[in-house]
């Protein structure tokens, strides 16, 4: 039979198979007559451990997950619709199967390559009555978990306009299960049970899932380009269900959601290192890269007001900037961060982001966080000059970012600004306080990374900005976000247990910007305006914290002299590239402890921290290459070292290690420990 000649009074559902060797076409031979019975196509993943069961009844589609055997999601709803404008008496039109193995090369990242490996059907639905308008419900399976997306075709009788608010994807948890989730810049909501969740008026994802000590999963979303981001909302009518739900977003034919994603692995820290999110978004849209390098950055904002012993005061201002560049030059380090107000009161709608401030810069009171302007001296001997302050870099190797607000990008022309920035020289810009929402969010955000690398300038994006999706892959300039409470930040600290939470939720999403790393941990709430409060953590667990978090922007939050005054400890994060080769996650619980090992050549930087409980730790090194002699430089928390009362206590040693070694490392309470790995 031509399957390409069926008319409208016998449309046949047809299924394509296609893999490397070519096509498969089998007909089915389904009338709309027939289009409410139930049927079930099935995609596994590679391994076939994976297992998603589509189905079709009353015109309705459905899907179930299995993992290992074991159903996680039990059958819920599929579909997405226009609003006011319900699709109506679904049949399947075709069905068409691809398998897809290939090896996606990273510009930077958590490894070098990823395995972009996974079946795939996309499944085409049309209305038998009204406008017989079509929808392609796309599924990925891989091995490491599934996702789902939903496609507008060009040919399927669709407005120029589509209005979309109705998300009937469906998570319907088979069993109640202990659960954490996203929080905004707060700690993760959690451990608690599904259940609990349920009773909420949503959950925002990612949603980190324990099924039990053997399978965990994780809810969250990937490739967010057009659609608002969308959330969990409990249905109260069945137990453990949720569905997805965003705000209001318009597509055009053609046009495609996010991945609606569910990660899968036996660990928790498989949900870290699994590929799907960064392999669902398309290719690198940037044809020439090499201007874009991630790396650390000294940070002037938490160094403000801190006390060196020669008698210097941190300020915003040339003289510390300059300062920092120094030390940045000869650590090392790739950049150094300029904050608000480095051309003026960053919400007042005078500030021109084109100019370098008149005026001086004053927090009145200590415990405050409000900043006004002070009128420089007649005398100024070193007014702001940030196209000097940056060719002063340049000549230093120190690339320099400069934070600009949501406010100026309304106020002044927003291009003509970064194309002025490339110009000076600038590396990049981090931005703040966006304040659209929903769609036209993702749009700005969008806007602004895409003229952001047409001008081969960086992003970093603070304060509620919309969630990493696996877009670096995209827009590799775009190197971080602050998709979490990033230490002293809203005049308060996190504390040992909301580090080991948010990495296995906020992080799953990708980069994040933190601001780990404080070395004065004693006594900087007391002169610096921006640390209101004791961060309660060891020097050590700071080191280790900038390795775990992944980023391609460590923002360093101390003053160099913190750093000299610890050069030995330091040096494990002056060292760190920011991107790596390989990475594994050697060991972690939600909430208690994790140990992450990231290659960089021949060399293996491991970090590890715990919760408020010390906790000794066996850490196998079979990571490292066979019958080969490895030198480790171990930094540890001392014997007293403890996250409350004696934070900045630790000890630097070496000794000869190789692949059979099991290391037993010790955590203080609150602590961290830390080896570099180093090829004899």
Not at 310 to 339: E, K, P
Request: glycine residues 6%.
């Amino acid at each position: 039979m031509n399957l390409s000649s069926v008319g409208r009074v016998m449309r046949l559902p047809r299924v394509v198979s296609t893999s490397a060797s070519g096509l498969l076409l089998v007909a089915s031979l389904v009338s709309p007559s027939k289009a409410n019975t139930k049927q079930t196509p099935t995609v596994k993943s590679p391994d076939g451990q994976v297992v998603v069961l589509l189905g079709l009844e009353e015109g309705i589609p459905h899907w179930s997950l299995s993992y290992r055997s074991t159903v996680l999601l039990d059958e819920g709803r599929l579909g997405i619709e226009p609003t006011d404008s319900p699709l109506v008496s679904l049949h399947t039109v075709e069905l068409v199967q691809h398998s897809n193995q290939e090896t996606v090369a990273t510009l930077w990242g958590k490894t070098d390559h990823y395995n972009n490996n996974f079946n795939q059907v996309t499944w085409t639905l049309e209305e038998l009555l009204g406008k017989r308008r079509k929808l392609n419900v796309v599924f990925r399976v891989y091995n490491d978990g599934v996702a789902v997306r939903y496609e507008f075709p060009q040919d399927g009788n669709w407005p120029e306009r589509i209005p979309l608010t109705t998300d009937l994807t469906e998570f319907r948890f088979a069993h109640d299960s202990t659960a954490w989730s996203y929080n905004g810049e707060h700690s993760p909501v959690g451990p608690q049970s599904l259940s609990r969740f349920h009773e909420r008026e949503s959950v925002a994802p990612p949603l980190t899932i324990q099924r039990n000590s053997q399978t965990y999963m994780a809810i969250l979303e990937a490739a967010v380009f057009e659609q608002a981001p969308f959330r969990l909302v409990p249905d109260r009518s069945r137990p453990l269900t949720f569905r997805a739900e965003f705000d209001r977003s318009n597509l055009k034919p053609g046009g495609v959601t996010s991945w609606r994603v569910v990660l899968l692995g036996d660990h928790p820290g498989d949900l870290l290192v699994a590929p799907l999110i960064y392999c669902l978004n398309p290719p690198c849209r940037i044809t020439e890269t090499d201007w874009i390098e991630p790396g650390l950055a000294l940070w002037d904002w938490r160094v403000w007001g801190a006390r060196t012993p020669d008698g210097f005061t941190y300020g915003l201002d040339m003289a510390s900037w300059r300062r920092l560049i120094n030390f940045a030059s000869q650590s090392r380090v790739r950049y150094v961060l300029l904050d608000a107000n480095w051309y003026g009161p960053e919400f007042d709608p005078q500030s021109d982001p084109r100019t370098s401030r008149d005026h001086l810069v004053i927090q009145p009171d200590s415990r405050k966080p409000e900043v006004i302007r002070k009128p420089a001296p007649a005398d100024w001997q070193d007014p702001v000059d940030i196209p000097s302050l940056i060719r002063y870099a340049k000549q230093h190797h120190v690339g320099v970012i400069l934070y600009i607000n949501d406010v100026a990008r309304h106020n002044f022309p927003f291009e003509e600004t970064l194309e002025l920035y490339h110009e000076w020289g600038a590396a990049g810009i981090k931005y703040g306080f966006m304040k659209s929402k929903g769609q036209q969010k993702v749009l700005d955000t969008r806007e602004i990374v895409e003229l952001c690398a047409k001008h081969q300038l960086l992003c970093d994006f603070h304060d509620g900005p919309i969630g990493p999706s696996g877009d670096e892959r995209t827009f590799p300039n775009f190197l971080a976000r602050e998709f979490c409470h990033a230490q002293s930040d809203a005049m308060r600290s996190f504390g040992p247990t909301d580090f080991c939470k948010t990495v296995f939720v906020n992080m799953l999403a990708g980069p994040l910007d933190m601001n780990n790393g404080l070395f004065s941990l004693t006594d900087a709430q007391f002169d610096r305006p921006r640390i209101f409060t004791e961060v309660k953590s060891t020097v050590v667990a700071e080191t280790a914290r900038v390795l775990i978090t992944y980023s391609g922007l460590a923002i360093l939050p101390d003053a160099p002299e913190a750093y000299q005054e610890k050069a030995d400890l330091f040096d494990f994060i002056r060292r760190l590239p920011m991107t790596w080769d390989e990475t594994h996650i050697l060991s972690g619980e939600i909430g208690s402890h994790i140990a992450t090992a990231r290659r960089s050549g021949t060399t293996w930087y491991v970090g590890t921290v715990t919760n408020e409980q010390a906790r000794t730790l066996p850490i196998a090194l079979d990571f490292l290459l066979p019958n080969k002699n490895y030198t480790a430089t171990l930094y540890e928390d001392a014997a007293d070292t403890h996250y409350e009362s004696n934070r900045e206590a630790y000890r630097v040693h070496k000794r000869s290690v190789t692949a059979q070694d099991v290391m037993q490392i010790h955590l203080a309470r609150g602590g961290g420990h830390c080896m570099l790995l180093e090829l004899r």
